[in-house]
């Protein structure tokens, strides 16, 4: 389902139907998901459509640019760095690229939205909210439904901390897919309340295309590489 396409796609499993087909102005963009049926005219002349994984934090209504991951409590003795995979949910957004100018088309997800509330209800942050497990290796997911999130964990206080949740900026979230999806992401805690998120920009690995980040398309301005800064507790 992922990838860039021309004139015509063709995409059925059973969760999910996607058709680009006809010819001039009479060429539909047709998906079915989860009961939600889409369609649309597409431009006359040549366009691609592309598709892929994008940030978590749009469905069903963008109220929050924040994704909030929950696992197994981790203790970390001081100074330890951990390295450890994560799983986040994804969304899915169709772009078609006409004269050099790419939009968005369709947005979807095979995974329920939840949310949560990070800190406190005066001071704290909604959050797009998921809840994983921990591998050693990097684990078999539902390429459509999950992601994976290799993260690195780094302890830099003299004593002992425990961890069980990261909070990212979607705003400074870069997915790239292949075989699966994957985020490579970091988190510095500097006392049991305080702790900074990134994700880097960085290729998994050779053989990984980038995704098309949903803020970009959109124009939306934004800080690459700020990062997110966790004030209200890593558990």
Not at 135 to 164: A, C, F, M, Q
Request: hydrophobic letters at 40%.
């Amino acid at each position: 389902m992922f990838g860039r396409f021309g004139e015509e796609i063709r995409y059925t499993d059973s969760d999910v139907s996607i058709s680009a087909t006809g010819s001039g102005e009479l060429r539909r963009y047709i998906r079915a998901s989860g009961g939600q049926r889409v369609e649309k005219i597409l431009p006359e002349g040549l366009a691609t459509v592309i598709i892929n994984p994008v940030e978590p934090v749009n469905l069903p209504e963008p109220v929050t640019r924040y994704l909030e991951i929950s696992f197994p409590a981790v203790v970390l003795p001081a100074k330890a760095v951990r390295r450890m995979y994560l799983t986040f949910p994804l969304e899915i957004g169709v772009f078609l690229e006409t004269g050099g100018v790419i939009s968005v088309l369709d947005l979807f997800s095979l995974v329920p939205a939840k949310y949560s509330l990070y800190g406190s209800p005066g001071a704290g942050a909604i959050t797009r909210w998921h809840q994983s497990g921990i591998t050693k290796n990097p684990p078999v997911v539902d390429r459509y439904r999950y992601g994976i999130l290799d993260v690195t964990i780094t302890n830099t206080t003299p004593g002992i901390v425990e961890v069980s949740r990261a909070v990212f900026d979607s705003n400074s979230m870069h997915l790239w897919y292949g075989e699966s999806v994957v985020m490579t992401g970091a988190m510095d805690i500097y006392s049991p309340m305080i702790a900074q998120t990134t994700v880097s920009e960085m290729a998994p690995s050779g053989d990984m295309t980038r995704c098309i980040e949903l803020y970009a398309a959109r124009s939306i301005p934004s800080v690459h590489g700020r990062g997110h800064l966790m004030e209200f507790g890593v558990t």
